[in-house]
């Protein structure tokens, strides 16, 4: 959280003063406003050589999209995201500043920037030709240089942010106000929290020494991970928090917040509901012009493999990463297999005829139990790297799966339970089976972000 207390908080203070002055003295121009004042915050934190950089990764996306072919497109982003790791250009870049911090901090920029130029650049591909109006430079420009999602997201599309920019949403000073004070409050509790854990349970420490993870009992050790995730989901409440707040003051609609990490129990709702942004990049941009869903069986393995292969390239193509792509890869693969099976109408009938309610719900409980596990393995290889993984593997996994299965099993039936409460019932009074234990099983659902 260290960055918050520094420039980027006041930067981010002086964006929402120029959108709201002028939203009311110049609403037509506001967009050249807000653009012109990203440039000139990235130019006091980034100095003249990070400014110049972005400019120049812009110029030659801008150049390449006026062939209007996606292929060169992402030809194109790929090796603007590769050349940031040449070690010839990160040493030059590390000597324009004092500090690894303001280092990384170009880096993260750039690395963000590259989904936002990408994203221009395939939407012109796309309807360049038909409207050129909101397709031009300095449309780019505005949607590049926006500041409250400058420098760590949440990801916004282009076409997206031009359209609310055109239809922004009129809001009196009375409710803006509100929305203002309840969000830095919102914001406030959760960095508090986050400030709290890393302070007092160390956990930035904790989770990088394997000497304490190995000695800690088993039921520990599960609490731990859990304390990690759950860290991991306050932290981007306060990193996309922040931002979405000042979207809204703007007029415009944020991507959802992240949900709860503790409420999911499937791959895919993970990649859903955490960051929906990104999620929603992925899925436009990747996953359905690859062939998606309907592409049959091997167009959307091949579209979920290309899709998890770009996001693990995209946050740096460490081991790890690769890793940690082929685990949820995998776990969407699985799940969307069981779901196929579930919607065949002889598996449908057989279920009717030998399973009560009861019985399905048991089931359901410990489909998602596996699921649920190696969801939370994922995530802490994610967070912790490959060796941190191994530890979590074979003490919980391996050296204690009998309790672990019985824990996750009896969570995952208790969730399923407090779900069934709140669903259709058949006239009987009880859960109808079909819903049961085919829950959002659709087939034209069935693929990596359900859409």
């Known amino acids: ?44 934190l980034l100095g003249i050589n990070g400014l110049a950089v972005l400019l120049l990764h812009i110029a030659i996306s801008f150049s390449v999209a006026q062939f209007q072919t996606a292929v060169l497109t992402w030809l194109c982003s790929l090796l603007l995201l590769s ?62 240089f926006y500041y409250p999602v400058f ?5 916004m599309t282009f076409n997206e942010f031009t359209k609310q ?19 830095v409050v919102r914001i406030f509790f959760w960095w508090w929290l986050a400030e709290l854990i890393i302070h007092l349970m160390y956990i930035h420490a904790i989770y990088s020494s394997s000497s304490h993870l190995e000695a800690v009992s088993y039921w520990t050790l599960g609490g731990l991970a859990l304390a990690q995730v759950l860290f991991f989901y306050v932290k981007y409440l306060v990193l996309f928090g922040i931002p979405a707040l000042i979207i809204r003051m703007d007029g415009l609609k944020p991507p959802a917040l992240p949900r709860c990490v503790s409420t999911m129990h499937s791959f895919a709702g993970m ?6 942004g990104l999620h929603h990049f992925l899925i436009r941009y990747i996953y359905i012009p690859m062939g998606g869903s309907h592409g049959g069986v ?43 099976l579930l919607s065949v109408s002889l598996v449908q009938e057989l279920i009717d005829r030998f399973f009560s309610p009861g019985i399905c719900r048991r089931l359901h409980a410990a489909l998602a139990a596996i699921s649920t596990s190696m969801l939370i393995l994922s995530n802490l290889v994610f967070l912790g790297g490959n060796q941190v993984g191994k530890i979590y ?14 824990s996750q099993y009896h969570y995952c039936l208790c969730t ?36």
């Open 1 to 44: 959280m260290e960055w918050g207390k520094e420039r980027i908080i006041w930067l981010l203070l002086g964006h929402l003063m120029v959108s709201q002055m002028s939203r009311l003295f110049m609403e037509k121009y506001q967009p050249w406003c807000l653009m012109a004042y990203g440039m000139v915050a990235c130019w006091f």
């Open 416 to 451: 399923d339970e407090e779900k069934e409460a709140h669903r259709p019932r058949s006239p009987k009074g009880f859960m109808h089976p079909k819903l049961c234990f085919r829950h959002q099983c659709n087939p034209q659902n069935l693929h990596l972000a359900g859409t």
């Open 271 to 276: 990649w859903r509901s955490f960051d929906v």
């Open 165 to 183: 920019m055109r239809r922004q949403e009129a809001c009196s000073l009375k409710s803006n106000l509100c929305v203002l004070l309840l969000g």
């Open 151 to 155: 420098h760590n997201g949440p990801i």
């Open 83 to 144: 050349a940031l790791r040449v070690p010839a250009l990160e040493e030059a870049m590390r000597g324009w500043y004092d500090s690894e911090n303001e280092y990384y901090l170009l880096l993260f920029t750039l690395t963000v920037r590259c989904l936002y130029y990408t994203s221009f650049s395939l939407e012109y591909c796309w309807h360049g030709s038909t409207q050129k109006r909101y397709h031009s430079f300095f449309w780019m420009l505005a949607y590049m």
């Open 298 to 340: 091997f167009g959307m393995l091949f579209s979920t493999a290309a899709t998890f292969s770009f996001v693990s390239y995209w946050h740096g193509g460490h081991n790890y990463l690769w890793f940690w792509a082929a685990l949820n890869w995998l776990g969407v693969i699985a799940e969307n297999g069981v779901r196929r």
């Open 393 to 406: 593997w074979n003490r919980i996994f391996v050296e204690d799966l009998k309790g672990h299965s019985r």
